[in-house]
């Protein structure tokens, strides 16, 4: 997405934190991006795994659009079994997972898309870290692309960042 948009798109201004490993503290930095930049810039969205997990819950305050690759629906019943030291792959940093995480995770839960118009769905039925299903049907009213294969990682995304742009309208 940032070599397409860097490429093409050098009018976007694309921001991909590093977010911190606990879900309270990432929700905070993400909703502070947001409030800084609303006013400034149209704002769209685009989240993979727990990050599309946070994108909802962003569009719930927000109302912002977004394209949710793979995403974690119920993360909370995932991580669950993954309370203790942890190690994140991207930063290398290590952590202890614990259950008030769990429950910081539950808070951000958006039971019912408030406007399903708002994100398009892309999902792999290969994803072997989440239940696709769970996406699909979540996510019943909204745009879809579900591919069959792939894997977690969404397999050729590069294929879709022109159409992201323009579902995002930036």
């Given amino acids: ?3 397409f948009c860097e490429q093409s798109r050098p009018d976007i201004k694309l921001i991909s934190p590093s977010l911190p490993s606990f879900p309270q503290e990432a929700a905070q930095m993400l909703a502070e991006i947001v409030e ?3 006013d400034e810039f149209n ?14 819950w962003l569009n719930s305050l927000y109302g912002l659009k977004a394209v949710v690759v793979n995403p974690a629906i119920k993360p909370y019943e995932l991580l669950v079994d993954y309370l203790g030291p942890q190690k ?3 930063s290398g940093h290590h952590y202890i997972l614990e259950p008030h995480h769990i429950d910081e995770l539950k808070a951000l839960d958006t039971a019912v898309l408030k406007a399903p ?8 039925t290969g994803d ?8 699909v049907q979540y996510f ?9 294969g792939g894997d977690h990682s969404f397999v050729d995304f590069e294929r879709y960042p022109p159409e992201i742009i323009d579902f995002l309208q930036l």
């Fill in 1 to 3: 997405m940032r070599s």
């Fill in 36 to 38: 800084s930049h609303m």
């Fill in 43 to 56: 704002i769209g969205m685009v989240g993979s795994s727990l990050g599309g997990y946070l994108a909802i």
């Fill in 88 to 90: 994140n792959p991207y």
């Fill in 117 to 124: 118009e708002d994100f398009w769905l892309l999902q792999q």
């Fill in 128 to 135: 072997e870290i989440l239940n696709y299903r769970q996406a």
């Fill in 140 to 148: 019943v009213n909204a745009k879809q692309n579900v591919e069959q």
